[in-house]
């Protein structure tokens, strides 16, 4: 199993910046790739990033391609998200998750086996 914290969240002006953490424990955290994604209330679940074992190759949701960065300490057993340029549609719980699969990075939530318990974020307008 693997169990995922995540810290960072919080309240932001709009155009600000957070950068959330995930602490993995657990099984080896460098067989595992990652992902984030996000719910805000009334909507439905929405992939934000995810990020391979040690390539450095990650996949990001149109909406926040180019504000968003994905990244990966694996000595640290730790993904993180570095938000900038916030706006209050990115307001939502964000949660992390962890996968095993083989071949293309997953943007679906049911591909990831385990899940955090996510970290608020809100940016006012």
């Known amino acids: 199993q693997v169990q995922l914290v995540e810290s960072g969240g919080g309240l932001v002006q709009a155009g600000g910046s957070l950068r959330l953490s995930c602490a993995a424990s657990g099984r080896t955290f460098s067989d595992w790739r990652m992902g984030w994604f996000r719910q805000a209330p009334g909507k439905a679940l929405e992939f934000v990033a995810t990020i391979g074992r040690s390539d450095g190759n990650t996949v990001y949701a149109d909406s926040v391609k180019g504000r968003f960065t994905i990244s990966r300490d694996n000595a640290k057993s730790t993904v993180y998200l570095q938000m900038n340029s916030l706006k209050p549609e990115d307001s939502a719980v964000y949660s992390c998750?962890?996968?095993?699969?083989?071949?293309?990075?997953?943007?679906?939530?049911?591909?990831?086996?385990?899940w955090g318990q996510g970290t608020q974020v809100t940016v006012s307008s």
């Open positions: 998750a962890a996968e095993r699969r083989l071949g293309v990075l997953s943007t679906v939530p049911t591909t990831y086996a385990y």
